[in-house]
């Protein structure tokens, strides 16, 4: 759950980062959003990298509803929400074991609470 989320975490805020960055040319959404996804990590990787099974992972298949953009802002916002629901598990998986994690994770949800606010609003003007 560790390693699915932390990639997810990572990929989602990845996404907006480059929209920010290429699309946009916003230096500042996209540096807050980069140095968010560098903060997105843990020391344990190899143990996280042995215990990885992306092949057999019962979800792996594309559901209809992720095939579901319309445009830009719906990219956004569906990615926004994928790191956020993320960082939320990390933060309570962490809860039982390094509380310093877990901190770190829930600080990271609330800033993409922040920058998700300040980046939809701005896409919709």
Sequence with gaps: MIDANLNRLKEGIRVVE???RYRDNNKDFSSKLKQLRHKSRIEEINQLLTH???????????TKSE????????IIIANFKRA??????????????N???SE??????????????????NESE
């Design 99 to 101: 509380a310093t994690y």
């Design 52 to 62: 990885r099974d992306s092949i057999n992972d019962v979800l792996r298949p594309t």
């Design 104 to 121: 770190n994770f829930k600080y990271i949800r609330y800033e993409l609470y922040n920058l998700e606010k300040e980046i939809v609003l």
């Design 84 to 97: 956020q629901e993320s960082s939320r598990v990390l933060e309570e998986l962490f809860k039982l074991h």
């Design 18 to 20: 480059d929209i920010m």
């Design 67 to 74: 095939l579901n953009r319309t445009d830009i802002k719906s």
